[in-house]
């Protein structure tokens, strides 16, 4: 069937070829043995493809508005990737994937690669393999490549480091304008979208972002801010005007590549520390389980044991 | 390695009565799957497509204007056509009895009558996933 061969399948992966590359993206996602020495060969910081983040709550219109981008791009005759992650249940494990239901028109385009993923209990509005995934869709020449994140509230930026340009989609009726006022959300957005202008509600929602933005700090850079409606497509060449022009704007692309790979390897480092510190618990208790009885039972404390973390290291790095 | 199973509800042809399809996908979601939903109105082909470029184990397709022996056996010619061969499909909905075998023939593994419950679906599907492995 698939050939567990890293050779081939980073091969075909470079040259477009779609079985492959989704085959690819399930491996990274699974965490499969061989998904980190594919993603060593994959990875290319001279590789140039953009990327757009859509972020915004629940019910905003990202994917209604992500469906009109890829027809934009593809005007051109750019190869358009799309990652549209959607929540996992913290219960089952499973998830609902909807996004694609609003990207339909574009479904049977071979120059668009559409994929849906779990969080799978990943915070920050993506999944944990969504980097990776990225980098995947950019070598198999997926120029731009859009990131849809799940509907978020207040925190989840995390879509803000990984991508060139994020449009953050705001709609009317959301709060008032304390909630325009908070960190954030609020904060990550290049661009910010006030979609269904057709609502009642939107010149309230558009005074309240103006005069958030209006207590920025002298010179700060403030972000555009376009009203439209993704259904009907009113306003969308004024973003897509605004888009280029920001883009043309960003000369330097080599401090986001290295914002980029800081992202990574950080998060990289962050699983393996997790990896490594369960292992040293599981040598010492036996698991995690019988490290929380022995809490329990009043042997220890859970800083007992990160003080215990901490010793091995010491000693390790003192060898 | 956290392997989920994915599948594909999708509904081809023209019908809009898609309360079948959801229960459905809600309930696999339920099951611990990852579940991805394409809406109505699909064409085989758009069907096909998202089938390899979402990478799923299963397409389940639910039709209930009577047009399964056109549409069903043209998603497994196209699901073949793009490399989705060990894709298992079945499907669902208004299905005449003796439509069943001919679709079986055309690569279906299951079609279910209306009446289903969720439940058998779901242990249809990790039978399956079982006999794969």
Known sequence: ?319 | MERRIRVLIGKPGLDGHDRGAKYIARALRDAGMEVVYTGIRQTPDAIASAAVQEDVDFVGLSLLSGAHNHLFPEVARLLREKGGDDIVLFGGGVIPEEDIPGLKEAGFRAIFAPGTSATEVVDFINREMQDRV
């Not at chain 1, 994959?42 to 629940?58: E, F, N, Q």
């Not at chain 1, 915070?123 to 731009?144: F, I, K, M, Q, V």
């Not at chain 1, 509230?153 to 879509?159: D, P, R, S």
């Open chain 1, 1 to 319: 069937m698939f050939p567990r061969d890293t050779g081939l399948l980073v091969g075909k992966v470079l040259q477009g070829e779609t079985r492959t590359l989704a085959r690819v993206l399930s491996m990274v996602e699974n965490g499969d043995p061989l998904s980190e020495s594919i993603m060593h060969d994959i990875y290319d910081p001279a590789r140039r493809s953009l990327t757009v983040g859509v972020t915004g709550p629940p019910g905003a219109g990202k994917s209604t508005l992500t469906c009109r981008l890829i027809g934009y791009w593809r005007g051109s005759g750019r190869k358009v990737g799309v990652i549209a992650v959607d929540p996992s249940s913290p219960f089952s494990g499973g998830a609902l994937l909807g996004d694609r239901v609003r990207m339909q028109e574009h479904a049977s385009d071979p120059g668009v690669f559409i994929r849906s993923m779990g969080s799978r209990g990943h915070l920050g509005g993506l999944a944990g393999s969504t980097r990776d995934a990225l980098e995947l869709l950019a070598a198999a020449g997926y120029d731009p490549v859009i990131v849809e994140t799940v509907g978020v509230g207040q925190a989840e930026v995390e879509v803000a480091s990984l991508a060139d340009i994020t449009l953050l989609v705001l709609v009317p009726g959301m709060g008032d304008e304390v909630q325009t006022m908070k960190a954030g959300i609020m904060e990550i957005g290049d661009i910010i979208v006030l979609n269904k202008a057709d609502r009642q509600g939107i010149d309230q929602l558009e005074s309240s972002v103006m005069a958030s933005l209006e207590l920025l700090p002298e010179g700060s850079h403030r972000p555009p801010v376009v009203r439209c409606s993704s259904l009907t497509g009113d306003g969308i060449e004024e973003l897509t005007g605004e888009m280029d022009g920001l883009l043309s704007g960003i000369l330097d692309r080599d401090s986001l590549v290295r914002r980029r790979t800081t992202l990574i390897l950080e998060s990289i480092l962050r699983e393996k520390g997790r990896h490594m510190a369960a292992r040293v618990v599981e040598a010492r208790f036996g698991s995690i389980e019988r490290a929380v009885d022995l809490i329990l039972d009043g042997k220890t404390t859970p800083y007992g044991i990160g003080v215990l973390l901490s010793e091995e290291h010491a000693s390790k790095a003192g060898d």
